[in-house]
């Protein structure tokens, strides 16, 4: 029993730890506990098909190196390819490219699970079980894991590709035979004529395979940030947002943001004339420092740490605030980033005792909309001189804090 566990344990850990990476829009549960099922059975068939071809007993590098790729390695990852390409990949809730990797890993740790128990019992028979389930646990199995990641990685694109699908599916499957034969190759290589007489060849192999396998993982994990992120940016886009208060030494990242937000959104409502006097008078290094010395509090929004937005607030009378400036980077905007700026806002108003916070919004600019979602109304409208013959032709709106 003790030896079953050690056989089956690192595939479960896998997957779990692979599960837990899907936090944003998960699987069901049923499908994934079938695409495993789908991997353990998929052995046979590879097993079957290894033992009709593999006749040749050859050891020398040529024959090796046809037996790691295009014998072990080509049939394992095609009936692994099987099980996502058929029964995961059409699912209705295969509905974003993180899910590629999530079925790849959990078709991989079926297949690599049946192996894991045939390998090790059958080296119990002289002894060595548990030697070879502890070596498979850090070897064997995440080998197959990376091998599932970056085949789903490519099927995820493919899913949700304008066009190429089946190039991108072939390339995953051609990339998860290049790393399986690369490390199988090193292993198998110890069994050579050319190579076993040299005493450090052992070893040197053994190191080859398990520098192909690093290679493997820190790719798998870098497909996984990137499908991981637009899976978060997909559906939970507000799930590693946080704030966090301005300070002088801020002002190049404010002005840097405001270059690229300020000008897209006021492209179609003001003339550009207008918007490099504006960008000229409300964000230069000078105007920006006059605002913070004036008691205005500037705020960043960060996305993983990572600044997409800003907002400025300040006192206008007792118990009511001003939001001076709220702007977030254009290609998140409609994901609730300005929302959760502004929810951010009002909580601390509250603790510091506001009734209200009012915004200025251009007579034209369809965030009226947003903000009246957000509980704000229009109390008057107001026109401001701002020099050089031009003028704001605002809406001012109102929210009550409770």
């Not at 790393?179 to 450090?200: C, M, R, V, W």
């Amino acid at each position: 029993m003790n030896l079953l566990a050690l056989a089956i344990a690192p595939g479960i850990a896998i997957c779990l730890f692979i599960f837990h990476k899907d936090a944003y829009n998960r699987e069901p549960k049923l499908n994934l506990i079938i695409t495993f099922l789908l991997g353990v059975i998929s052995i046979i068939p590879a097993g079957f098909i290894e033992l009709y071809i593999s006749n040749d007993k050859q050891n020398d590098i040529v024959s090796i190196a046809i037996r790691a790729f295009l014998l072990v390695a080509l049939i394992e990852e095609l009936v692994k390819y099987a099980a996502l390409r058929l029964y995961a990949y059409p699912k209705k809730s295969f509905d974003e490219p993180l899910d590629g990797i999530v079925y790849g890993v959990v078709a991989s740790m079926g297949f690599a699970t049946a192996e894991n128990i045939l390998y090790i019992y059958q080296a119990n028979e002289t002894g060595n079980g548990v030697s070879v389930a502890i070596l498979r646990m850090f070897l064997a199995v995440p080998a197959h894991a990376t091998f599932g990641v970056i085949m789903g990685y490519f099927a995820g694109k493919a899913k949700f590709a304008a066009k190429n699908k089946s190039r991108l599916l072939v390339q995953g499957l051609i990339w998860s035979i290049i790393f399986h034969g690369t490390y199988d190759f090193f292993l198998f290589l110890q069994k050579s004529p050319a190579i076993i007489n040299h005493e450090i060849a052992d070893i040197l192999l053994f190191l080859g395979a398990v520098v192909s396998l690093i290679v493997g993982i820190r790719l798998s994990l870098k497909h996984i940030k990137t499908h991981r992120h637009l899976s978060q940016q997909t559906f939970q886009p507000t799930a590693n947002l946080s704030i966090r208060r301005a300070s002088p030494s801020d002002i190049p990242l404010i002005r840097n943001l405001a270059e690229k937000i300020w000008p897209a959104t006021y492209e179609s409502i003001l003339p550009t004339e207008q918007i490099e006097y504006m960008m000229n008078l409300m964000y230069s290094e000078t105007a920006l420092q006059k605002d913070m010395q004036n008691n205005i509090d500037f705020i960043l929004l960060l996305d993983s740490n990572v600044p997409v937005g800003f907002a400025a607030y300040g006192w206008i009378a007792p118990g009511i605030c001003k939001l001076h400036k709220i702007y977030v980077l254009r290609e998140l905007q409609g994901k609730g980033m300005g929302a959760f700026i502004i929810n951010e806002i009002t909580n601390r108003l509250h603790i510091a005792g506001a009734s209200a916070l009012q915004l200025n919004v251009n007579r034209n600019n369809t965030a009226k909309g947003f903000y009246e979602k957000l509980g704000f109304t229009v109390i008057r409208e107001e026109d401001i001189a701002i020099g050089g013959g031009y003028f704001m032709n605002d809406y001012v709106m109102e929210k009550a804090i409770a």
